[in-house]
């Protein structure tokens, strides 16, 4: 039996022009992925991309600048990571574009690190399974104040010693005094030794005088360095305070809500304890950090229509992740009367911080 | 100069200083630095002795330390040197399978064996050229191959570590 059949007829330069589809190089790889992790991937834009905490500069707790050369001193989560040689200042500045930006101000040269400080860095909590063998991208605006040509290294390093590099360092350049976008994007190490990683942004190589700023700094997983994650200042504020708290400062308004109107109990005619709850619980239980200047950190103690205060010591602390307690002792000679009382608690002077940093 | 400080009522311990109470927590960073005090000062950091545990818990800090700094010392030594290179050698792995050998007429497992070419030692000078610009005269001078140089620097430094790691550590890492 003879079976017909008839096929259509193909146009073959049609089909071709069918082809060329205005899709473009990323069009192209996004048809191309083959599951919808790999579009993600390719788009990048899903939430919570950020891993740095406070990369907008929005929280400054601590102060609002500072001129002194290591450790965490003012912007929230950024530490600094310089050599005693030279002098800079970082501060907080409001810029017409970005809003809050960070200045570091270079005012004394120092030449010998060139290829080693004057970064600000971040360490990222347990972002070893996050990063390992993975691309990541580091992204941020820089300004440079003069129009002189200035450079310094992006990196990314365990976080401890030793601090191995997890991808080979990439330079930034810098020489005219406006905004410039700078990405970066490294692949990691396959391996990563220790918990905790951190991005390190040289800010200046010693030499070269005057001002740098940097804005909205963005480091997240993928080759496509994505536009900035805004978080409300609220939100911002509770993830800094996972590793800083500022607990008592009767030396500037920001706190004085907290000073006042704890309760106390008169355990003894030399003890008294108060308990402060912490508005977030802390990475770790923290080390209680307290001003010794002048009258040092001390409370106002009011029991029984009485002062039985200021503190004349603390005698022990009691930090936990979500509470700080405080063992102070009253004035001298107090009557036994008091003992078992209730008792109401002001900070009186001073400052005290809790600080879980990594 | 650290103090600890006992409250036997709540028995809880906490290490003071002139501004800081620090908590006995592995994970926070201050106590982390007192341990690395008493690892580098011993008992000039602390007022009067310094308790048990922490001297405990300072000595298994430095422990892993070395431990760990014995590990990348030895890898590093391993490394060939620059100046000598490495001979060409043979290696020889089995592919997982197996034929029928006649001879011997037993099945037998199928290897294959590769040859590591050999790696050249490095020339042990180079010559430098320096550019005097007063003068307008350049000057060329043999030298020490810096990479053999630095090499040799790294692996001295690796060797010194090794010798120095206690017993006990070396025994913890080489069983």
Redesign the interface.
Same mark, same amino acid.
């Not at chain 2, 002139?18 to 908590?23: A, G, K, L, Q, S």
């Not at chain 2, 994970?27 to 106590?31: I, K, R």
């Given at each position: 039996m003879a079976v017909k059949f008839t096929k259509p007829e193909i146009n073959v330069r049609e089909k071709l022009a069918e082809l060329d589809k205005p899709s473009g190089i990323a069009g192209e790889a996004m048809l191309r992925a083959e599951t919808p992790q790999d579009q993600q991937a390719l788009i990048g834009m899903s939430g919570r991309r950020n891993l740095l905490i406070n990369g907008g500069f929005d929280v400054w707790q601590r102060a609002t600048s500072n001129t002194t050369n290591s450790g965490y001193r003012s912007v929230d989560r950024w530490l600094f990571n310089t050599y005693t040689g030279g002098a800079f200042t970082v501060s907080k500045e409001t810029d017409s574009t970005f809003g809050n930006v960070l200045k570091w101000n270079r005012t004394t040269a120092d030449t010998s690190n060139t290829n080693a400080g004057n970064c600000i860095q971040q360490p990222i909590e347990n972002a070893k399974y996050l990063v390992q063998g993975k691309p990541v991208t580091v992204s941020f605006w820089l300004k440079n104040e003069k129009t002189v040509l200035r450079s310094g290294f992006v990196r990314v390093r365990i976080s401890g010693s030793p601090h191995t590099l997890l991808a080979p360092a990439q330079y930034w350049e810098s020489g005219s005094n406006g905004w410039e976008y700078h990405s970066f994007t490294f692949q990691t190490s396959e391996t990563v030794a220790l918990d905790h990683i951190e991005l390190q942004i040289q800010m200046d190589n010693g030499s070269s005088m005057g001002a740098m700023y940097i804005a909205q700094c963005q480091f997240e997983l993928g080759k496509v360095a994505t536009p900035f994650e805004h978080r409300s200042y609220g939100e911002e504020l509770a993830l800094c305070q996972r590793y800083y708290q500022k607990l008592f400062d009767t030396n500037t308004g920001t706190y004085r809500h907290r000073w006042q109107g704890r309760i106390g109990s008169v355990y003894s005619t030399t003890r008294v304890f108060v308990t402060v709850d912490l508005p977030v619980q802390m990475r770790s239980i923290p080390t209680l950090v307290f001003e010794t200047a002048g009258n040092g950190f001390r409370w106002d103690i009011y029991s029984a229509n009485a002062d039985i205060g200021p503190s004349t010591g603390i005698s022990h602390t009691y930090p936990s992740r979500d509470s700080v307690g405080f063992d102070v002792t009253p004035k001298a000679n107090l009557s036994s009367s008091y003992v078992g009382f209730a008792c109401h608690m002001d900070v009186r002077d001073g400052w005290c911080h809790a600080t879980a940093e990594l | 100069m650290y103090t600890l400080?006992e409250?036997s009522m =709540?028995n809880?311990k906490?290490i003071k200083t002139?501004?800081? =109470?620090?908590?006995l927590?592995a +994970?926070?960073? +201050?106590?982390q630095k007192v341990l690395d005090d008493i690892i580098e000062q011993g008992a000039d950091c602390f007022t009067g002795d310094i308790p048990t545990d922490l001297q405990t818990a300072a000595d298994a800090k430095q422990f892993a330390?070395q431990v760990?700094a014995y590990k990348?010392a030895k890898a590093r030594v391993a490394q060939y040197q620059l100046s000598i290179g490495v001979p060409e050698s043979t290696q020889t792995i089995s592919t997982g399978r197996q034929e029928w050998n006649e001879e011997a007429e037993e099945m037998q497992d199928v290897t294959e064996t590769f040859v590591i070419p050999a790696i050249e030692p490095l020339e042990a000078t180079v010559e430098e050229t320096t550019y005097d610009f007063d003068t307008d005269t350049s000057t060329t001078s043999t030298v020490a191959n810096p990479l053999i140089v630095k090499d040799n620097e790294e692996r001295a430094a690796a060797q010194a570590i090794i010798d120095a790691t206690p017993g006990p550590v070396k025994t913890h890492v080489d069983g």
């Open positions: - | 400080i409250d =709540f809880t906490i002139e501004n800081m =109470f620090i908590p927590e +994970e926070n960073t +201050e106590y330390q760990e990348i």
